[in-house]
């Protein structure tokens, strides 16, 4: 971040403008972020898919997962379809149920793609071997023909995918997560001395998302977080009882839902 963000050169920029103005002043800060990815409750890590094909290639996922969003759908759906060898268009993803996929973890501590993915994926690797005996004997035939193939032979075409998220130990042990995100950012603010009013000017932010499923979600879900992040730190007030809010019984949170606070 420090080679994207020309850290160097702007940080004598900004010397160089706090010089010149009394009132006006900028600074540069650099934060860097690892993040665990796994439930640090071990029961947590695991996930389920189901995966329908039907005779007309199309394909029906079915995850554990609750798209709110973040993409998760797309995903699961590109997934199924670069496994099964289907266009995109074929693959639908219904909402998520528990008559469907039972027991299902929470989406948090950003480990759904992975494990709702990896569910996904296994369902697919079970329909695939199904069919790798038509693609042998018909290797022109649409994802319709191979489907319609194996129907008429009585191949199961339904597949339950199922996924634990390998060598970790939960919290207190030796490896509570499988693996780290790592990232950074630079942020460039200037600030009016005498008001307090203050901008962001620029910033940029490096994230290591490994050999990623759709980048633009990706980048998506990296820019939502800073401004989410940001609007936390610079709009959130929250109002608690206290001598400047007698109206409020003591110690109690009154800015706690929609009616009372405006989110950031």
Request: with cysteine; net charge negative.
């Amino acid at each position: 971040v420090q080679q994207a963000g020309g850290l160097e050169a702007r940080l004598k920029a900004v010397e160089e403008f706090n010089a010149a103005h009394r009132f006006r002043k900028r600074g540069l800060a650099a934060t860097p972020t690892k993040f665990g990815i796994s439930f640090t409750a071990l029961m947590l890590n695991q996930a389920g898919a189901l995966v329908h094909l039907y005779t007309d290639g199309t394909c029906l996922v079915t995850h554990g997962g609750v798209e709110m969003g973040q993409g998760l759908h797309t995903k699961m759906a590109q997934i199924a379809a670069q496994n099964l060898g289907i266009p995109l268009a074929n693959v639908f993803v219904a909402e998520t149920s528990t008559d469907k996929v039972p027991n299902s973890s929470p989406t948090a501590a950003s480990a759904s793609s992975d494990m709702y993915g990896a569910a996904v994926l296994d369902a697919c690797d079970q329909l695939s071997t199904r069919l790798a005996p038509y693609r042998a004997r018909m290797p022109d035939a649409t994802p319709r023909e191979l489907a319609h193939a194996a129907w008429l032979d009585r191949v199961d075409l339904c597949a339950h995918g199922f996924y634990t998220t390998p060598d970790i130990t939960g919290f207190g042990g030796a490896t509570p997560f499988n693996y780290f995100c790592f990232g950074s950012s630079v942020s460039e603010v200037e600030l009016d001395c005498l008001t307090g009013d203050f901008h962001l000017l620029r910033t940029d932010i490096v994230m290591d998302v490994g050999n990623p499923i759709n980048p633009a979600i990706d980048i998506g879900q990296v820019e939502g977080g800073f401004v989410q992040g940001l609007g936390w730190l610079c709009i959130e007030e929250l109002v608690w009882g206290d001598k400047q809010h007698v109206w409020v019984p003591p110690g109690h949170l009154f800015t706690k839902g929609p009616g009372t606070y405006k989110i950031p």
